[in-house]
């Protein structure tokens, strides 16, 4: 007997169920709803149709005549309301249909953030053909466009938006481009190719509200950041479509439940495709849709099958950029990682191995050996044999390995390697062709590396790279196990190349970790925001916990705080407030430190905001006792009180620490400012001390009074106060763009040398640029880290507080 | 309440820890650590490292790993185990991720209390 089959939704799964059914002649009688005007197509090719490559005709798969053909009766434009399983009836707009078997393929509804303007007319989203259509008509009138989400669909929505001419942004919530398929190398990859494509990329951007009148005319950032948009294309994500099965009272979780024969929780009712869940899986990738379709068209027709979810591979094409992911690339017990970077060719793979079997790939750039790992991950395969080769792919078992040098090696000619004398990667190059074979010859001959000489590793491995076997690298010490580079090589490649982020950092020197580690983190953090303080956004987790909590961590894990107190001076109402906060946060230890101010020790880490809180509120801010930075400016009472003062040292040093507070150096920096010969101030023992005289200034560097205790040498005398300022902001920064990181002044000066330094501020030109630099610095970095911790004070305090539940 | 085994605890949305982070959770018996990777996996551990008792969450986390804030022992957040030259175990809880949130199981609450 003829059974009467409704199906909900024209989809691609549903499709394929009822092409299995005809296929088999099985005997159905078809009713098919679809909301949208039209039957069905295929959606993977949208992205085509909206970069203009192809027309909807070309897209589509079951035609009027396939329909026909097969006898279906169709119900396009017209939404199916509501299921009656006691009547086994379907109700639309149109009027009620009954059913033997009913199935629901409802597919999947775009999210829509609840933003205010999410509603205004040139806000769409990116899901089916009447969206896309919109987008182009859109596009027809130019201007800009804003695409929120920065997954697959909205990558190619942004694409093809960029493809018809508008110019577009993407706004991506989390740290790198699609964060569920890519890890952070690979995100970072793809946004370089997207970037280059013209597409501006935004992440960590949360959209607050979409502005407009009568249409959109901007989008709203947290941050208050406001872009102007004549579109919005939200693009944030779907969701299983289940409002039907959820009316009708079917086992509804985050899909329409089913079991392994896609039958839901009333026997007479299937469900297929995105809009179902099976044992807490989702599925939105064709592969296993039409894995389900065929599934249920054999349940349909009495022959038993079952669906097993499989392991899936993702190749994937956005705007010409390849990627793969495969299987579960994320860390885990008893997980080990192989990263493969190739700077040169933009590659970056990466692979994950638990006991011996590869279990998740993610590639970018050449993912033409995809398929064999996917198949080394699907099979299961032992690979211990061939681990050492495996990441090189198939046609590498038993072949070379990779070449270290490849970063070096992949350097453009026009790549400056020297920045000192200006020279660059093919000026080396022509001098060894010409007969310089080592480092004294590259330095005589094209002066790259004879000045400060933070280049020396660079060149090296230029010589390394141009000559072969015929030169040895001298060893020097890479700056963790996570790379081969030192911290000299790795600060040339984040000025010369603009890596201004870790991930680029990572890949473009060829990292072998996934995210670095202790040692390499806060190095390369430090870098980074000293060498791009504005396009560099500062990362509390890869400092020191001192530098994340702003306070220091002491044995027992509590804290100190170390108020300002500029120049070493203060005033009775600051030392009542400093006396009170002791007090009322039972501080058990209060002592007077060398740097001329009052620590209080033992705090306990969740007291933090609360007491700094306070000491804000009677105007102090905080000393930085515990910074790679500024730390304080030590001072005598010079020419106000002391009669053999000859300048005013207090004063002068009160100007210095504030100018120069909140700044981040490669290692602490602590000044001192004496107002005569008699040295007070110990100024002489200082990173960097003045010495005041009768005719003016007596600066002097490099001094320590530590582990080792130096005198410092004297850089220059100079006569004004304006002098003494713009001298100390230029060697200051001169430190942070070259010193190594954990390495004093003194340290520093042993390598370049007290006459390059003393070459760098005497050339006033120089001296200003330098000046310059550190001020533009100091526009993001000079300001009190305690008030802002203040107003954000969460982190500080406990997730959750179980000590209750567990007293019960 | 009544804790029975297995049963997970919904202590927080994954957000509130930052990447390549960790905040605490207060016990009856101590403080854990709750760490979340990179790559946004979640782990708990007790907050006291084997050597002088370090902060646990206050150090660097780098892959699956936390290095101890006050004297650089690095350990496994699979496994709790110390690595390197050094020895020593830190305890670990089951922990997972869910929708967005962040489960302990509250089992350990229980082992807590008998240890």
């Given at each position: 007997m003829t059974q009467k089959l409704v199906v909900i939704g024209a989809g691609m799964a549903s499709g394929r169920v009822l092409e299995h059914l005809f296929d088999a002649e099985a005997d159905f009688d078809v009713t098919l709803f679809n909301a949208e005007e039209r039957g069905n197509y295929n959606r993977i090719m949208l992205s085509p149709v909206l970069s203009g490559e192809k027309t909807y005709e070309d897209i589509v798969t079951h035609d009027a005549d396939w329909y026909d053909a097969n006898g279906v009766t169709c119900h396009f434009g017209d939404h199916v309301t509501a299921i009656d399983r006691a009547a086994k009836t379907v109700t639309s707009q149109d009027g009620t249909v009954a059913y033997d078997k009913l199935l629901i393929a409802t597919g999947s509804a775009p999210f829509i953030i609840p933003v205010?303007?999410?509603?205004?007319?040139?806000?769409?989203?990116?899901?089916?053909?009447?969206?896309?259509?919109?987008?182009?008509?859109?596009?027809?009138?130019?201007?800009?466009?804003?695409?929120?989400?920065?997954?697959?669909?909205?990558?190619?929505?942004?694409?093809?938006?960029?493809?018809?001419?508008?110019?577009?942004?993407?706004?991506?919530?989390?740290?790198?481009?699609?964060?569920?398929?890519?890890?952070?190398?690979?995100?970072?990859?793809?946004?370089?190719?997207?970037?280059?494509?013209?597409?501006?990329?935004?992440?960590?951007?949360?959209?607050?509200?979409?502005?407009?009148?009568?249409?959109?005319?901007?989008?709203?950032?947290?941050?208050?950041?406001?872009?102007?948009?004549?579109?919005?294309?939200?693009?944030?994500?779907?969701?299983?479509?289940?409002?039907?099965?959820?009316?009708?009272?079917?086992?509804?979780?985050?899909?329409?439940?089913?079991?392994?024969?896609?039958?839901?929780?009333?026997?007479?009712?299937?469900?297929?495709?995105?809009?179902?869940?099976?044992?807490?899986?989702?599925?939105?990738?064709?592969?296993?849709?039409?894995?389900?379709?065929?599934?249920?068209?054999?349940?349909?027709?009495?022959?038993?099958?079952?669906?097993?979810?499989?392991?899936?591979?993702?190749?994937?094409?956005?705007?010409?950029?390849?990627?793969?992911?495969?299987?579960?690339?994320?860390?885990?017990?008893?997980?080990?990682?192989?990263?493969?970077?190739?700077?040169?060719?933009?590659?970056?793979?990466?692979?994950?191995?638990?006991?011996?079997?590869?279990?998740?790939?993610?590639?970018?750039?050449?993912?033409?050996?995809?398929?064999?790992?996917?198949?080394?991950?699907?099979?299961?395969?032992?690979?211990?044999?061939?681990?050492?080769?495996?990441?090189?792919?198939?046609?590498?078992?038993?072949?070379?390995?990779?070449?270290?040098?490849?970063?070096?090696?992949?350097?453009?000619?026009?790549?400056?390697?020297?920045?000192?004398?200006?020279?660059?990667?093919?000026?080396?190059?022509?001098?060894?062709?010409?007969?310089?074979?080592?480092?004294?010859?590259?330095?005589?001959?094209?002066?790259?590396?004879?000045?400060?000489?933070?280049?020396?590793?660079?060149?090296?491995?230029?010589?390394?790279?141009?000559?072969?076997?015929?030169?040895?690298?001298?060893t020097d010490a890479s700056i963790c196990g996570c790379t081969d580079m030192t911290h000299e090589d790795v600060r040339r490649m984040i000025k010369s190349q603009e890596l201004k982020s870790m991930p680029a950092v990572w890949q473009e020197c060829g990292w072998k970790t996934s995210c670095g580690c202790h040692i390499c983190r806060p190095a390369l953090n430090f870098y980074l925001l000293a060498d791009w303080p504005l396009e560099y956004q500062d990362d509390p987790q890869s400092r020191f916990i001192n530098e994340r909590k702003h306070a220091n961590i002491q044995k027992d894990g509590t804290f100190s705080v170390v108020p300002r107190m500029w120049g070493g001076i203060t005033t009775p109402d600051e030392l009542r407030a400093i006396a009170d906060a002791a007090d009322k946060f039972a501080v058990p230890t209060v002592k007077v430190t060398g740097g001329q101010r009052i620590d209080l020790l033992g705090v306990k880490g969740e007291d933090l905001p609360a007491i700094w809180d306070d000491l804000n509120k009677a105007g102090m801010v905080s000393g930085h006792a515990y910074s790679k930075g500024l730390r304080t400016v030590k001072t005598c009472v010079g020419s106000d009180h002391c009669r053999f003062g000859t300048q005013d040292s207090t004063g002068l040093g009160i100007k210095l620490e504030k100018i120069l507070w909140g700044s981040w150096t490669p290692h602490k920096l602590k000044l001192g400012v004496s107002g005569c010969p008699r040295n007070c101030a110990e100024a002489t023992c200082k990173d960097i001390g003045i010495v005041c005289v009768d005719s003016g200034y007596q600066i002097s560097i490099g001094g320590a009074a530590g582990m080792d205790v130096r005198e410092t040498e004297l850089l220059c005398q100079v006569a004004t106060e304006d002098e003494v300022i713009d001298v100390i902001k230029a060697v200051t920064q001169s430190y942070r763009e070259n010193g190594k990181y954990l390495d004093r002044i003194y340290k520093w000066m042993a390598k370049v040398g007290l006459d390059w330094i003393q070459e760098q501020v005497a050339d006033l030109e120089n001296r200003a640029a330098l000046a310059a630099r550190f001020d533009l610095s100091q526009s993001v970095y000079r300001k009190d880290p305690w008030a802002e911790h203040v107003a954000e004070a969460s982190p500080y305090q406990a997730l959750a507080d179980l000590t209750l539940e567990a007293a019960e | 309440m009544n804790a029975l085994p297995d049963e997970w605890l919904d202590i927080a949305s994954l957000d509130a820890v930052p990447q390549r982070g960790a905040r605490l959770v207060k016990t009856a018996h101590g403080c854990v650590a709750v760490f979340r990777t990179g790559d946004n996996k979640v782990f708990a551990l007790d907050n006291a490292c084997p050597h002088k008792k370090g902060p646990l969450a206050d150090g660097i986390v780098h892959g699956s790993e936390v290095t101890c804030p006050l004297h650089n022992w690095v350990i496994s957040l699979e496994t709790g185990a110390v690595q390197g030259a050094d020895e020593g175990q830190v305890e670990t809880y089951p922990a997972r991720v869910e929708d967005g949130r962040i489960l302990l199981d509250v089992a350990f609450l229980k082992r807590r209390d008998a240890a």
């Amino acid at each position: 007997m003829t059974q009467k089959l409704v199906v909900i939704g024209a989809g691609m799964a549903s499709g394929r169920v009822l092409e299995h059914l005809f296929d088999a002649e099985a005997d159905f009688d078809v009713t098919l709803f679809n909301a949208e005007e039209r039957g069905n197509y295929n959606r993977i090719m949208l992205s085509p149709v909206l970069s203009g490559e192809k027309t909807y005709e070309d897209i589509v798969t079951h035609d009027a005549d396939w329909y026909d053909a097969n006898g279906v009766t169709c119900h396009f434009g017209d939404h199916v309301t509501a299921i009656d399983r006691a009547a086994k009836t379907v109700t639309s707009q149109d009027g009620t249909v009954a059913y033997d078997k009913l199935l629901i393929a409802t597919g999947s509804a775009p999210f829509i953030i609840p933003v205010q303007g999410k509603d205004l007319p040139g806000v769409i989203t990116y899901r089916d053909l009447d969206d896309t259509n919109a987008m182009i008509e859109a596009s027809e009138k130019g201007g800009k466009a804003v695409v929120i989400g920065g997954g697959l669909l909205g990558l190619e929505a942004a694409a093809g938006l960029a493809e018809r001419g508008m110019d577009v942004t993407v706004l991506h919530l989390m740290g790198h481009l699609m964060e569920r398929q890519l890890d952070e190398a690979a995100g970072f990859l793809l946004r370089g190719d997207l970037e280059k494509r013209g597409i501006t990329v935004k992440c960590r951007a949360s959209t607050v509200a979409i502005l407009g009148e009568d249409k959109v005319e901007a989008v709203l950032l947290e941050g208050d950041e406001v872009l102007e948009a004549d579109l919005v294309v939200m693009a944030v994500g779907i969701r299983p479509e289940t409002r039907l099965a959820t009316d009708a009272a079917l086992s509804v979780a985050r899909g329409v439940e089913v079991n392994t024969q896609l039958q839901t929780s009333d026997p007479d009712i299937f469900a297929v495709g995105e809009c179902v869940e099976l044992d807490g899986q989702l599925f939105g990738l064709v592969a296993p849709l039409y894995d389900q379709a065929k599934v249920l068209a054999n349940t349909l027709m009495g022959t038993p099958d079952v669906f097993t979810p499989k392991e899936l591979s993702t190749k994937l094409k956005v705007t010409g950029c390849d990627l793969f992911s495969a299987g579960d690339f994320e860390e885990a017990e008893g997980r080990e990682d192989i990263v493969f970077r190739d700077p040169a060719r933009g590659v970056y793979r990466r692979l994950v191995l638990e006991d011996d079997v590869v279990v998740g790939a993610v590639m970018y750039g050449d993912t033409a050996d995809g398929n064999w790992f996917f198949g080394l991950i699907r099979d299961k395969t032992d690979i211990s044999d061939m681990r050492d080769t495996l990441i090189f792919g198939p046609a590498y078992q038993g072949g070379a390995p990779s070449d270290p040098l490849s970063a070096v090696a992949a350097l453009p000619r026009d790549a400056e390697i020297c920045g000192c004398n200006g020279v660059c990667k093919g000026q080396i190059e022509d001098a060894i062709a010409a007969g310089a074979t080592d480092l004294a010859a590259i330095k005589a001959t094209t002066k790259a590396s004879a000045s400060c000489g933070t280049c020396t590793g660079l060149v090296e491995q230029v010589l390394a790279v141009t000559l072969g076997d015929d030169f040895v690298i001298p060893t020097d010490a890479s700056i963790c196990g996570c790379t081969d580079m030192t911290h000299e090589d790795v600060r040339r490649m984040i000025k010369s190349q603009e890596l201004k982020s870790m991930p680029a950092v990572w890949q473009e020197c060829g990292w072998k970790t996934s995210c670095g580690c202790h040692i390499c983190r806060p190095a390369l953090n430090f870098y980074l925001l000293a060498d791009w303080p504005l396009e560099y956004q500062d990362d509390p987790q890869s400092r020191f916990i001192n530098e994340r909590k702003h306070a220091n961590i002491q044995k027992d894990g509590t804290f100190s705080v170390v108020p300002r107190m500029w120049g070493g001076i203060t005033t009775p109402d600051e030392l009542r407030a400093i006396a009170d906060a002791a007090d009322k946060f039972a501080v058990p230890t209060v002592k007077v430190t060398g740097g001329q101010r009052i620590d209080l020790l033992g705090v306990k880490g969740e007291d933090l905001p609360a007491i700094w809180d306070d000491l804000n509120k009677a105007g102090m801010v905080s000393g930085h006792a515990y910074s790679k930075g500024l730390r304080t400016v030590k001072t005598c009472v010079g020419s106000d009180h002391c009669r053999f003062g000859t300048q005013d040292s207090t004063g002068l040093g009160i100007k210095l620490e504030k100018i120069l507070w909140g700044s981040w150096t490669p290692h602490k920096l602590k000044l001192g400012v004496s107002g005569c010969p008699r040295n007070c101030a110990e100024a002489t023992c200082k990173d960097i001390g003045i010495v005041c005289v009768d005719s003016g200034y007596q600066i002097s560097i490099g001094g320590a009074a530590g582990m080792d205790v130096r005198e410092t040498e004297l850089l220059c005398q100079v006569a004004t106060e304006d002098e003494v300022i713009d001298v100390i902001k230029a060697v200051t920064q001169s430190y942070r763009e070259n010193g190594k990181y954990l390495d004093r002044i003194y340290k520093w000066m042993a390598k370049v040398g007290l006459d390059w330094i003393q070459e760098q501020v005497a050339d006033l030109e120089n001296r200003a640029a330098l000046a310059a630099r550190f001020d533009l610095s100091q526009s993001v970095y000079r300001k009190d880290p305690w008030a802002e911790h203040v107003a954000e004070a969460s982190p500080y305090q406990a997730l959750a507080d179980l000590t209750l539940e567990a007293a019960e | 309440m009544n804790a029975l085994p297995d049963e997970w605890l919904d202590i927080a949305s994954l957000d509130a820890v930052p990447q390549r982070g960790a905040r605490l959770v207060k016990t009856a018996h101590g403080c854990v650590a709750v760490f979340r990777t990179g790559d946004n996996k979640v782990f708990a551990l007790d907050n006291a490292c084997p050597h002088k008792k370090g902060p646990l969450a206050d150090g660097i986390v780098h892959g699956s790993e936390v290095t101890c804030p006050l004297h650089n022992w690095v350990i496994s957040l699979e496994t709790g185990a110390v690595q390197g030259a050094d020895e020593g175990q830190v305890e670990t809880y089951p922990a997972r991720v869910e929708d967005g949130r962040i489960l302990l199981d509250v089992a350990f609450l229980k082992r807590r209390d008998a240890a």
